[in-house]
């Protein structure tokens, strides 16, 4: 069961990150506009973070066992269409299919766990699941690169429809649970927990685009917390609801949530920045960049390991705090890099990162699954990816505007120098420069080395802000989270 669950969440969080590499080849292949390479990632991420809650929900009242592989049929399809229709039109289609599959799948991962393994041994097993979620991202990066060193794009995606059917396959052999509750789903509260997620990833994604202040996006962030809060009170009112928002009461649930949210953000904008350094700054390969990103995952699988065995002794206060605290000085240590730093100064960082999000994690997840009763676990297994998932949309937004406007603003008097012409895409993004500088004669390589100083400048104020939005975090939970004795949590 811990198997097919590690294997199958790993899958989900490196479906997600593992098209990043391809999408260069894939524009040139399909003709894609930047628009739809934005779907194309976004897709999936959207229809996953929308159907979470209800998702969950289903697990608990039709089985657990059989949502995942109901999830891992639909995922496989979705992943395998594109590889025959492989217009961006289809591609987009495809994998908002395998999201909606995805949507299934973790919940289940997560809850059969909780519902499966005895008391003594669940905190063990949790913090394994989640040293795997965590760095799951990183093995979609790795296994793409290697993929597009020998192979095309198209590879990727049978991939992970071929290994989505070999743990539709294993799970045959686990055990199923459920909710033996007869109540009826709460089908208003999954309708408006719908609709205000969708609205307000939607949102977040459209942010970077169109800019924070854009009528749209206010709309759809606005629209997406009205949703929450009409859900809120239904919730509220309502006999049997999807989600008792009264959980968010128990300090230990609430503080986990408001954790796992932002350890997210930070994380997934880290990603965000480090990739586009690495290969635009540093000149490394999409694999070479993807192996480089490869010693996080050890202190996250490993302190995801160890962790359990600590939050009787430290409580959820100290790991929580400390851990966001480290991440944080993870992030913000990026700013002492360059377009000259040594693989061993960036290694150094991202270690550091990793160390933090390890020792935050496990605590922040068991925290949730651990305050919810057994036969709410899709619900609340859904809680915590919905926080995954929130806070990955925000962070690449964040992370993604404060690059881009930091870039925009330092590279300009370059741009005020160039021909019309090249004014636009310099000033757009280091990647358009640098294609620029190949073809601007002698003065190439200087527009080049400006790009990247005014790309450096704009990392750096974005590791600033996440590791701002970190110290805060971590002072809010030093105060919130319950300590030692209120970490004795209830099943």
């Known amino acids: 069961m811990l198997t097919v669950s590690c294997c199958a969440v790993a899958l989900v969080v490196a479906a997600m990150a593992a098209l990043n590499t391809a999408l260069p080849d894939l524009a040139r292949d399909t003709g894609a506009t930047q628009s739809q390479l934005t779907w194309i990632v976004d897709g999936y991420t959207l229809s996953l973070a929308c159907l979470l809650l209800p998702a969950g929900a289903l697990g608990d009242r039709y089985g657990r066992r059989e949502l995942l592989m109901v999830g891992l049929l639909v995922f496989a399809i979705g992943s395998g269409l594109p590889a025959i229709l492989d217009s961006p039109t289809w591609i987009i289609v495809g994998r908002t299919i395998a999201g909606v599959g995805a949507a299934f799948v973790m919940p289940a991962t997560l809850s059969l766990l909780t519902a499966g393994f005895p008391p003594e041994r669940r905190s063990r097993a949790v913090g394994i699941w989640a040293g795997v979620a965590g760095s799951g991202g990183i093995a979609g990066l790795l296994v793409s690169g290697a993929l597009l060193e020998v192979w095309s794009w198209h590879s990727i995606l049978i991939a992970l429809a071929a290994v989505a059917t070999l743990i539709l396959i294993a799970s045959l052999t686990i055990t199923s649970s459920r909710d033996n509750n007869t109540a009826p789903l709460d089908l208003p509260g999954a309708a408006l927990i719908t609709v205000s997620i969708g609205l307000f990833v939607l949102g977040v994604i459209e942010a970077p685009l169109r800019g924070w202040l854009d009528p749209m996006v206010l709309l759809l962030v606005v629209g997406g917390l009205a949703a929450a809060a009409v859900f809120a009170v239904v919730e509220l009112r309502t006999e049997y609801p999807l989600l008792d928002v009264r959980l968010f009461r128990n300090r230990a649930f609430g503080s986990g949530s408001l954790s796992l949210t932002l350890q997210f953000l930070a994380t997934l904008g880290l990603f965000f920045i480090a990739v586009q350094y690495m290969q635009l700054v540093l000149g490394y390969t999409p694999l070479q960049s993807a192996l480089a990103l490869t010693p996080i995952a050890i202190p996250v699988v490993l302190m995801s390991v160890i962790v359990p065995l600590l939050i009787p002794r430290f409580g959820l206060r100290f790991l929580n705090a400390a851990g966001m605290a480290i991440l944080g000085a993870g992030i913000l240590a990026m700013v002492t890099l360059d377009a000259h730093s040594s693989y061993l100064a960036v290694a150094l ?61 330092h590279v300009q008097p370059a741009v005020n120098a160039l021909p019309p012409a090249a004014q636009e895409p310099v000033s757009g993004s280091l990647a358009a420069a640098l294609e620029v500088a190949k073809i601007a004669g002698p003065r190439g390589p200087e527009l080049a080395e400006f790009a990247k100083a005014a790309f450096l400048d704009g990392m750096n104020q974005a590791c600033i802000a996440l590791a701002c939005i970190l110290f805060v975090s971590a002072a809010v939970l030093a105060v919130w989270a319950p300590g030692r004795k209120g970490s004795t949590i209830e099943s």
Do not use: W
């Open 349 to 409: 960082t991202f270690l550091v990162a990793a160390f933090g999000l390890g020792l935050c994690t496990a605590p922040a997840t068991t925290a949730i699954v651990q305050n919810t009763p057994v036969e709410k676990q899709g619900v609340a297994s859904a809680v915590n990816d919905a926080a995954r998932e929130l806070g990955s949309a925000i962070g690449i937004a964040v992370a993604g505007s404060i690059l881009a406007a930091g870039y925009s603003h």
